[in-house]
């Protein structure tokens, strides 16, 4: 079935260890955004790219880090956890970065730091 | 810049009733706008979206929303809700920002439809 797939499904971890979450997808998409959401704040977001190979920051960045080294995939990298990035964290992805496309969401990524 | 308000957070409402969601945006520059739905423990899926022509659109599942420019809104409509409809439903406006697609969400609206 397309569509996007992320890793873990949900994860706890100490403060002050590296994590990286995965996200893959298969739509060919040349555009991937990560967001986090949070209780009363909708989703914000961290990291963006418009296609393999750039990446951009979005509204939350300090403390996380993105790569883009193909289409399919664009992890994010957590480099020291702290207990404010417990969150669930949600990648996207769309045909273009123009505004007005559609994005498709995976399943998030619910993560614990403590 | 620009910013999406939900006022409501919570939307209770009885099965076959109708249900209204309110939107309301603020933008420097002409917007597309959407409406999200998240189901429990799922990611979030477009409902529909507003580009441009006629200022009602439509969903499959009978959902509505319309797009009133000189009020700034974007309020979603259902004439008679299901059970399976209760979710989470967010509100985004999308706009290019220095080179990408920057879509702000509103803070999101928990519809519970009460058998």
């Known amino acids: 079935i397309a569509g996007i797939t992320q890793a873990p499904t949900s994860q706890i971890l100490a403060a002050g260890r590296r994590m990286t979450l995965r996200c893959t997808q298969d739509?060919?998409?040349?555009?991937m955004y990560w967001y986090r959401q949070d209780l009363g704040l909708g989703l914000r977001l961290i990291h963006y790219?418009?296609?393999?190979?750039?990446?951009g920051k979005g509204e939350v960045p300090d403390g996380y880090s993105v790569s883009r080294a193909n289409t399919d995939d664009f992890p994010l990298t957590l480099a020291s956890a702290v207990p404010s990035q417990t969150s669930v964290y949600f990648c996207?992805?769309?045909?273009?970065?123009?505004?007005?496309?559609?994005?498709?969401f995976g399943p998030g990524t619910r993560l614990t730091v403590l | 810049a620009q910013s999406v308000t939900q006022l409501d957070s919570q939307v209770p409402v009885f099965e076959e009733a109708p249900v209204e969601l309110r939107c309301n945006y603020s933008?420097?520059?002409?917007?597309?706008l959407f409406w999200y739905v998240q189901y429990p423990n799922q990611g979030l899926q477009l409902l529909l979206k507003?580009?441009?022509?006629?200022?009602l659109v439509e969903s499959i599942n009978g959902f509505e929303a319309e797009f009133n420019k000189s009020q700034t809104s974007f309020h979603l409509r259902k004439p008679s809700v299901h059970i399976s409809d209760t979710a989470e439903y967010f509100c985004?406006?999308?706009?290019?920002?220095?080179?990408?697609?920057?879509?702000?969400f509103g803070t999101g609206t928990k519809l519970q439809v009460i058998p």
């Open positions: 739509m060919r998409h040349n555009a």
């Open positions: 933008s420097s520059v002409s917007v597309y």
């Open positions: 507003y580009l441009s022509g006629s200022t």
């Open positions: 996207a992805s769309s045909e273009g970065h123009q505004r007005g496309n559609e994005q498709f």
């Open positions: 985004a406006v999308s706009a290019l920002s220095g080179g990408y697609q920057k879509v702000t």
């Open positions: 790219s418009n296609t393999a190979g750039t990446t």
